[in-house]
């Protein structure tokens, strides 16, 4: 199977670190709101890629976290500040809402669904190997990674300085923090005063009281989940920097392993009127609200049918058309008691399409060709083995459990 790995910027044959086994890490949500069609887009693409790896004879180990600790006073904080509820409590809620919306759109649960707040004393360990290895520094009961000392740090986005510093703004990443030897220098442990509201995590630590950078959550839940180094990791396209920059340089920093992920991968964006869907525009399209209007598997056609490197408008009539394709692939199919070497023969006219940076817009094509056979086959023999193909592809899309 080719990949594109936004690390060597090109297409490259997808080989494991160890023969027959995949490690994958995909960024979860943080969960103070809900899930947008720009959260479903990236966990359903994702969602496919570990069926199909597991149609190829891998054995996978797919990791999804959940970064319920909020390091910077915004989205869980806020909104739990606001409403007067422990942040837990609110996360909790939030993540609960998003479970129901992806099991609704037959996303499939990943081996180790991770909660940062049940990771602290991993996050220690690193940051502790980072003050080790001279690659940290503490400053007035916080931690920082000196990203001067990491060589390479820009590697995977290939941004300036000058882009970061613009970026790291947006963030909201601190950039101004004078016990900062440099604004880029990523945030590991942030101190908190010792008596703290409900709405604020805080934690004890050989640093004193506090809570994690949001970075570091993700390099120790992949850690001490898959080990030193993963073979896939993932995420929205706009976690490139500063948090998939900042999960490279902690994760390398620590283990002295290099990369700490061989491919990275990462969905583009949904926009809405324009604007593209994220969390701090008002502009969402909510996954619970289109399941109230259409069946989930509607939903999922319409996600698939733009390919995961493709940024791309959400318009209502498109899920229309959705709706009548997938009743039209779903009337069609039957399914096998084992996937046969005839099926898979039939099957090479969809393959080739997963094979292909997992195409599936042009995958779903081919599944469309094979009904528009089944419909004139006159070979009845033929025309099962064809509605059975038709099945398996459609269970390797996700749409049949
Ligand atoms: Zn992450």
Same mark, same amino acid.
């Given at each position: 199977?080719?990949?594109?790995?936004?690390?060597?910027?090109?297409?490259?044959?997808?080989?494991?670190?160890?023969?027959?086994?995949? #490690?994958?890490?995909? /960024?979860?949500?943080?969960?103070?709101?809900?899930?947008?069609?720009?959260?479903?887009? #990236?966990?359903?693409?994702?969602?496919?890629?570990?069926?199909?790896?597991?149609?190829?004879?891998?054995? %996978?180990?797919?990791?999804?976290?959940?970064?319920?600790?909020?390091?910077?006073?915004?989205?869980?904080?806020?909104?739990?500040?606001?409403?007067?509820?422990?942040?837990?409590?609110?996360?909790?809620?939030?993540?609960?809402?998003?479970?129901?919306?992806?099991?609704?759109?037959?996303?499939? $649960?990943?081996?180790?669904?991770?909660?940062?707040?049940?990771?602290? +004393?991993?996050?220690?360990?690193?940051?502790?190997?980072?003050? *080790?290895?001279?690659?940290?520094?503490?400053?007035?009961?916080? %931690?920082?990674?000196?990203?001067?000392?990491?060589? &390479?740090?820009?590697?995977?986005?290939?941004?300036?300085?000058?882009?970061?510093?613009?970026?790291?703004?947006?963030?909201?990443?601190?950039?101004? !923090?004078?016990?900062?030897?440099?604004?880029? &220098?990523?945030?590991?442990?942030?101190?908190?005063?010792?008596?703290?509201? %409900?709405?604020?995590?805080?934690?004890?630590?050989?640093?004193?009281?506090?809570?994690?950078?949001?970075?570091?959550? /993700?390099?120790?839940?992949?850690? /001490?989940?898959?080990?030193?180094?993963?073979?896939?990791?993932?995420?929205?396209?706009?976690?490139?920097?500063?948090?998939?920059?900042?999960?490279?340089?902690?994760?390398?920093?620590? #283990?002295?392993?290099? +990369?700490?992920?061989?491919?990275?991968?990462?969905?583009?964006?949904?926009?809405?009127?324009?604007?593209?869907?994220?969390?701090?525009?008002?502009?969402? %399209?909510?996954?619970? *609200?289109?399941?109230?209007?259409?069946?989930?598997?509607?939903?999922?056609? $319409?996600?698939?049918?733009?390919?995961?490197?493709?940024?791309?408008?959400?318009?209502?009539?498109?899920?229309?058309?959705?709706? *009548?394709?997938?009743?039209?692939?779903?009337?069609?199919?039957?399914?096998?008691?084992?996937?046969?070497?005839?099926?898979?023969?039939?099957?090479?006219?969809?393959?080739?399409? $997963?094979?292909?940076?997992?195409?599936?817009?042009?995958?779903?094509?081919?599944?469309?060709?094979? #009904?528009?056979?089944?419909?004139?086959?006159? !070979?009845?023999?033929?025309?099962?083995?064809?509605?059975?193909?038709?099945?398996?592809?459609?269970?390797?899309?996700?749409?049949?459990?």
């Amino acid at each position: 199977m080719k990949l594109y790995n936004s690390l060597t910027k090109k297409q490259e044959v997808f080989t494991p670190i160890t023969e027959g086994k995949v #490690t994958v890490y995909v /960024c979860g949500i943080t969960p103070y709101d809900t899930t947008h069609l720009g959260h479903a887009f #990236t966990y359903i693409f994702f969602d496919v890629l570990i069926r199909y790896l597991e149609f190829l004879g891998y054995s %996978v180990t797919y990791t999804q976290n959940v970064t319920d600790i909020n390091d910077r006073d915004n989205d869980i904080l806020k909104r739990a500040q606001e409403q007067n509820v422990p942040w837990q409590n609110l996360a909790n809620f939030w993540t609960d809402k998003f479970l129901h919306d992806m099991h609704t759109l037959n996303w499939r $649960m990943p081996d180790n669904y991770l909660w940062a707040s049940a990771h602290i +004393p991993s996050m220690i360990r690193i940051i502790e190997k980072l003050l *080790k290895n001279g690659l940290a520094y503490e400053k007035n009961g916080g %931690v920082y990674l000196d990203v001067r000392k990491k060589e &390479d740090f820009g590697k995977l986005s290939g941004f300036s300085e000058e882009k970061m510093l613009e970026i790291a703004k947006d963030f909201e990443e601190d950039i101004e !923090n004078k016990d900062k030897r440099h604004p880029l &220098d990523i945030t590991l442990w942030r101190p908190t005063e010792s008596t703290q509201a %409900v709405h604020i995590p805080s934690f004890d630590s050989p640093f004193g009281p506090g809570r994690p950078g949001w970075h570091i959550e /993700c390099s120790a839940m992949s850690l /001490c989940s898959l080990g030193e180094q993963i073979d896939i990791h993932g995420g929205g396209i706009d976690l490139i920097y500063p948090h998939h920059e900042s999960e490279i340089a902690q994760s390398e920093g620590a #283990t002295g392993k290099v +990369p700490f992920a061989k491919y990275w991968l990462h969905t583009h964006h949904v926009s809405y009127n324009g604007e593209k869907m994220s969390k701090s525009l008002g502009n969402l %399209v909510m996954v619970s *609200k289109l399941l109230e209007k259409y069946e989930p598997n509607a939903v999922r056609y $319409m996600l698939l049918a733009h390919h995961y490197r493709e940024s791309w408008e959400f318009k209502e009539g498109e899920i229309g058309d959705a709706r *009548k394709k997938v009743k039209e692939l779903l009337r069609h199919q039957v399914s096998p008691h084992q996937v046969t070497e005839e099926i898979k023969t039939y099957l090479s006219s969809f393959l080739p399409h $997963m094979e292909n940076d997992l195409s599936t817009p042009t995958a779903l094509k081919a599944l469309h060709d094979l #009904t528009d056979e089944i419909v004139t086959e006159q !070979n009845e023999e033929v025309k099962l083995l064809k509605k059975q193909t038709l099945h398996v592809g459609l269970h390797m899309l996700g749409f049949i459990l």
